[in-house]
């Protein structure tokens, strides 16, 4: 099971800016499913049109976060903390980062089947976790 996370404003900042965090984008390709960077697609665009106007730094700073500028990537999560204050908005955000977290998690999961002495082992290794099933009888039914 994944780690229970604050999602305060700025690891929803870094959430949404993350894929641009990396050196190219090949490299977030291959840490973050589809579904996942399509997720961080949609907070991105919720955060842009929260603060667009709404604050004189905003665009600037939403714009640099976009290159994976981190003091702009900060500035766009101060600016957030602000906006947050309306719970409303606050849980779509909420709801958009708790679904990323479970891409992310699942793209980091290990699955691996080991077979000693005809026992066999399937593990799920998830964040340091091993997950062991024992005990797995295959039948054919006839």
Known sequence: MTESVTLTATVIANLAFQEFLKTSAGEAAKQFTADALSLMGKLRQKIWDRLRGKHGAAE??????????????????????????????????????????????????????????????????????VYQGDNITINKTI
Not at 72 to 90: K, Q
Request: aromatic share 4%; glycine share 8%.
């Open 60 to 129: 600037q700073a939403l714009t640099q976060a976009e290159t994976g500028d981190q003091k702009a990537i900060e500035t766009v999560a101060t600016l957030l903390d602000v906006e947050m204050l309306d719970e409303t908005f606050a849980g779509e955000l909420r709801q958009i980062a708790q679904e990323i977290n479970i891409h992310i998690s699942k793209d980091n999961d290990t699955q691996v089947q080991n077979n000693y002495g005809g026992t066999n082992f399937q593990n799920s290794i998830s964040g340091g976790e």
